[in-house]
């Protein structure tokens, strides 16, 4: 039964992110790209993509409208990441990335459409329709509305009610929400955190409180994220916790990282790992994720040849 059984990624704000790859920044009305690429962008869709770099079956569940939002379907398939679309009523959103020679990226994105009742209606018609199949459930990336931020506790709600283990990854009042549904997994980074415990981010003691206090609210376990510093994961059950350094890779493109550790994380969840071996495919995913442009397009081999070289400690 579990063989057909797939990750279910939910973006509820998914994006076409474009990127033009030009020469050199310049103030004048034209710049020629040499190349040019299109990503189903969107956190949930991120990590869908990790996930089957990584071997695995993913669907992504998003909310799509418009002629950018069937690009957006094209595009998740040509990754080889099953579709379940919601059609929504506004166009997805289109963002422009300009990159030039050194990497340095300059990001331009299109307003949100309206999200409308109705819009959250279709969504929830494609989730409970795909829920069935699910062996996972994660709800990533930002809410489109204020229409939407309740859905993120019900679908983790109605995911732990049929016994299927859930990550959540997301901000303000979306995540606030959320936590109140207990995700297994809850996974953010240092600015999400931030914005909802008041804590000293700086100092590691900091930091350490925060992630425990984030564990008291996850069924398992809890992830902050610190960027180029790591990140650190408390285990709710045993009350461990350990310290993760990324790996010494060329970072190429930090962006999606954190989706490719959430893959990470939900894999060895589902696969029933231990904690401290969770962490190190999250890291050991995100390391893979840093040394590439485009977010999420990891290869399994390159997260198996990471994991040896992840450095994680207990703290406790
Ligand atoms: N500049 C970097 N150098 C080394 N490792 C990095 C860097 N940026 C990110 N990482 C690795 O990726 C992990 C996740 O990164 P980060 O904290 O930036 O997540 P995030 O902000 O959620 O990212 P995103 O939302 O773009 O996916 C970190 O814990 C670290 O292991
Ligand atoms: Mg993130």
Excluded at 174 to 185: C, F, K, N, Q, S
Excluded at 212 to 231: F, H, I, K, M, N
Aim: net charge negative.
């Amino acid at each position: 039964m579990q063989e057909g059984r797939t990750f279910l990624c939910v973006t509820l704000n998914p994006v076409v992110d474009t990127a033009l790859y030009v020469d050199a920044f310049r103030p004048v009305y034209r710049t020629d790209a040499h190349r040019i690429t299109h990503t189903a962008g969107g956190k949930g869709n991120n990590v869908a993509r990790v996930l089957v770099g990584m071997g695995r079956r993913a669907t992504a569940l998003a909310a799509l409208g418009g002629a950018s939002g069937r690009h957006v379907a094209d595009l998740l398939a040509g990754d080889g990441i099953a579709v379940a679309g919601a059609t929504v009523s506004g166009d997805t959103r289109v963002a422009v990335t300009i990159v030039d020679r050194n990497g340095e990226q300059r990001g331009y994105f299109a307003p949100n459409a309206p999200f409308t009742p109705a819009d959250a209606d279709a969504i929830r018609a494609a989730f409970y329709a795909a829920l069935d199949t699910a062996r996972a459930v994660c709800l990533c990336g930002s809410s489109p509305g204020p229409e939407a931020d309740a859905l993120y506790p019900e679908f983790l709600r109605a995911a732990a009610g049929k016994g299927i283990p859930t990550l959540l990854d997301t901000y303000g009042q979306a995540l606030r929400l959320g936590l109140e549904a207990a995700p297994d997994v809850i996974k953010i980074n240092q600015k999400e955190a931030a914005g909802l415990l008041d804590r000293d981010f700086t100092t590691l003691t900091g930091r350490v409180e925060a992630v425990l206090d984030l564990s008291t609210q996850a069924g398992r376990w809890a992830v902050l994220t610190l960027g180029a510093e790591g990140a650190l994961l408390a285990d709710r059950g045993t009350g461990g916790l350990w310290r993760a350094s990324p790996p010494f890779v060329e970072v190429v493109n930090p962006i999606g990282s954190g989706d490719a550790m959430a893959a990470g994380l939900l894999a060895a969840l589902v696969d029933g790992d231990p904690p401290e071996r969770a962490f190190r495919l999250g890291m050991a995913a995100a390391g893979a994720n840093l040394q590439t442009w485009e977010a999420g397009r990891v290869a399994g081999a390159e997260v198996e040849a990471l994991l040896g070289r992840i450095y994680v400690e207990p703290l406790v």
